[in-house]
């Protein structure tokens, strides 16, 4: 069945750092890719999304690339700011209504 | 920018207890879902609804569990006896059509809490 996995956390980083959260997917078509966040005490908001193999989805600084060959979906930002804590949830649709989310990486940004 | 809005944002029950978490999905949306998440927990899927009826449903999704969409704008999810495991964040969620492109909106939740 379709499933995605999703690096485990939770992640610190100074402020100013690389970030990659890494997520990989199993789906039996060809699936959509979505980032979502979720920020404290909030929802869920749609971060970014890629719909093909290799579209790259961004928003805001960060990126990811759909990779069909690894089956990955990585998120990656350049220079993470405080604003940027969060818990990030890489998510899959395939051929059904239902989406497959991961277990979600808490990150934390320090000054 | 529309929005998917649920009430209450705060739900106490105790044990035993019907609850209904409401929820108004964006007005073009086709697709209606419920998810849940468990307090540091991954999200969990319970239902989808396409059409006045129920496309999809998880193995959470038991007797005790139902949805409704009982105006034409709202939609409903109704748990009949509540137990402690199911106090949650309850998402509301909505999507167009678009195929397997269109996103989820979310909304921002219920938070249950079963004493």
């Known amino acids: 069945g379709d499933s995605v996995t999703q690096m485990e956390g939770p992640v610190t980083l100074s402020e100013e750092a690389f970030l990659t959260i890494n997520c990989t997917y199993t789906a039996t078509g060809y699936p959509s890719l979505f980032w979502y966040v979720q920020y404290p005490g909030e929802g869920l908001q749609l971060l970014l999304k890629?719909?093909?193999?290799?579209d790259k989805g961004s928003n805001k600084g960060f990126e990811a690339t759909y990779r069909k060959e690894t089956t990955s979906f990585h998120l990656e930002k350049g220079s993470v700011q405080v604003s940027d804590s969060a818990v990030y949830f890489c998510a899959l649709r395939d051929t059904g209504n239902q989406f497959y989310f991961g277990t979600g990486t808490s990150l934390t940004v320090i000054p | 920018e529309p929005e998917v809005t649920q009430t209450p944002s705060h739900q106490v029950t105790q044990m035993g207890q019907e609850v209904i978490l409401r929820c108004v999905p964006i007005?073009?949306?086709?697709?209606f879902y419920w998810y849940r998440q468990i307090l540091g927990q991954k999200v969990e899927f319970l239902v989808s609804?396409?059409?006045?009826?129920?496309?999809?449903k998880s193995e959470i999704f038991d007797d005790q569990f139902s949805v409704e969409r009982p105006d034409g704008s709202n939609f409903t999810l109704k748990i009949r006896s509540t137990k402690l495991e199911d106090s949650a964040m309850y998402f509301c969620?909505?999507?167009?059509?678009?195929?397997?492109?269109?996103?989820?909106?979310f909304g921002q939740g219920t938070r249950l809490t079963v004493v």
């Open positions: 609804f396409y059409n006045n009826e129920i496309s999809e």
């Open positions: 007005s073009n949306h086709l697709y």
């Open positions: 969620a909505s999507r167009e059509s678009g195929g397997g492109r269109a996103e989820a909106f």
């Open positions: 890629a719909t093909k193999a290799d």
